[in-house]
């Protein structure tokens, strides 16, 4: 499980995104490490959520709103997951793209 990523959900001590707001993550490198993981996973999960719309809706048993939650939190996961396992993904381009501008330039 990555440093970032924990079993917590939204505002737990390890969510990254509350992390960086609250300067729980220190350094230039890491938070833009982190920053960059959480685009990702933004992207991806409006790529699934966009890929999902594609599917026929319908069936023998209709899921009405709890599916599409689920659907919902199901894509999100699999999004914050990609984006953690991703090494060559848009999240790390960006890194090192941006770790470039940092004042030592090199990547860690």
């Known amino acids: 499980m990555s440093s970032l990523q924990g079993p917590q959900g939204p505002g737990g001590p390890r ?39 594609t599917i026929p809706q319908g069936g023998a048993i209709p899921g009405g709103a709890g599916e599409n939650m689920f659907n919902g939190f199901l894509d999100q996961h699999v999004a914050d997951l990609a984006a953690q396992r991703d090494t060559n993904g848009p999240g790390q381009a960006l890194y090192r793209y941006f770790v470039r501008s940092l004042p030592d330039g090199t990547e860690s």
């Open 15 to 53: 969510d990254p995104l509350a992390a960086l707001k609250d300067g729980r993550i220190s350094g230039e490198k890491p938070r833009l490490k982190a920053a960059a993981q959480l685009l990702e996973g933004s992207f991806y999960e409006e790529l699934f959520k966009a890929m999902r719309q």
